[in-house]
Structure formats: C-alpha cells, structure tokens
C-alpha cells in the first residue's frame, strides 16, 4: 500500500510547494504555469531572434518582476518564470537556467555570465520517498551587484550578499557573505573585495 504523505494536509501540491513543503510536481495547476513559462520562455526566444519590439513585453508577462533597463540574452530556461525576479539595470547572459519552484531574487545591477544555473528544487535523500516523487524547494537570494561567472551553480537556500563575485565554474552549496570573491566547488571565500 503506497505511503500517504499528505494524510491530514487539506493543500493542493501547488500550496504546499509555494509554502517550501514537499509536494508532488503532479498537481495540475503547476502543469499548467509550467507549460506557460515554457511557452512563454519560448516566445521571448524567438522574438528576440527577430528583433521584434514585443519580445521585452513577453519577458513582463513571464517573469514575476522585471526591472528597469534589466536585460536577458534568451535562451532563458524557467520551470514556471513567475518566481523569478530580476532587478533594474542587471543583465542575464545566454543560456540561463532558473528553476523557479521556489522564489529566486536576483537584485539590481547584478551580471549573470553564460550557462548559469539556479536551482531551488531539493529531492529527498532517502529512496522511498524520492520514489514516491516527493519534491521540495528552497527560496534563492542574489542581492544587489553581484556578478556570478559564467557557468555558475546556485544550490537551493543560498543566498548571495551585495558586491560579491562568484568566480567562473563555481559551484555555491551555502551562503556567501557581501562584498567578497567566492570561488570552486564548493565554493569557498577567498578575499575579501574593496
């Protein structure tokens, strides 16, 4: 008899993964933001390809928040584009990967180099319920001015302080303090900038 996570819990899947609970990626409104961010995501793609006047507006009706004078080279590859929120004046690089089940912030004036990825999902590490297809997620925080290299990975609950620089290839498992230079896998600080 298959394991009932949820006994007691009156949630849809979709509140409990908004809450930062575990939840079933099944529920059929996530399908349905999902397959709007993909299509979405596409159509930014494609008008940019073109240099359609439009495309700016799709990437409004993407995302959560898209600052002033902020830019994003498609492709961009979102799970649901509504959590992802983007500062005034921060340029995003081609061929970023945001998967947004959780909340990602990136604040103003930030530089996101090419093939960076920010991934909130977390699975469980005990098998069974990662059978069961339990999922979670853990919220992402890029404050203001921060430029990740390119190739960067962000773990699920990290956050990144203002003015710090994530070198290229980095892999970021925890939080780095404001205003230093991170770098390896796992990242670690090594000084201190300014």
């Known amino acids: 008899m298959p394991t009932d996570h949820f006994a007691g819990d009156p949630r849809t899947n979709r509140e409990r993964m908004l809450a930062g609970d575990h939840y079933i990626a099944d529920d059929p409104e996530n399908e349905r933001l999902h397959r709007r961010g993909v299509r979405l995501a596409d159509a930014y793609h494609r008008a940019e390809v073109v240099e359609d006047p439009g495309a700016r507006a799709i990437l409004r009706d993407l995302l959560g928040t898209l600052g002033e004078g ?82 960067v990975i962000v773990c699920p609950g990290v956050t990144i302080g203002e003015n710090s620089v ?17 770098v390896g896998n796992p990242a670690r600080v090594v000084r201190a900038i300014g």
């Open 166 to 182: 994530i070198g290229a290839g980095s892999v970021v498992t925890k939080d780095v303090p404001p205003n230093v230079l991170a």
């Open 70 to 151: 902020a830019h994003v080279n498609p492709p961009l590859f979102v799970d649901y584009g509504e959590n992802l929120h983007i500062g005034a004046r921060t340029f995003v690089n081609y061929n970023l990967t945001a998967l947004d089940v959780a909340t990602i912030t990136i604040g103003e004036d930030c530089q996101i180099g090419p093939n960076v990825q920010l991934l909130t999902p977390t699975h469980p590490i005990d098998p069974q319920p990662r059978r069961d297809k339990l999922e979670a997620a853990q919220r992402i925080t890029i404050e203001d001015n921060v430029w990740l290299g390119g190739g």
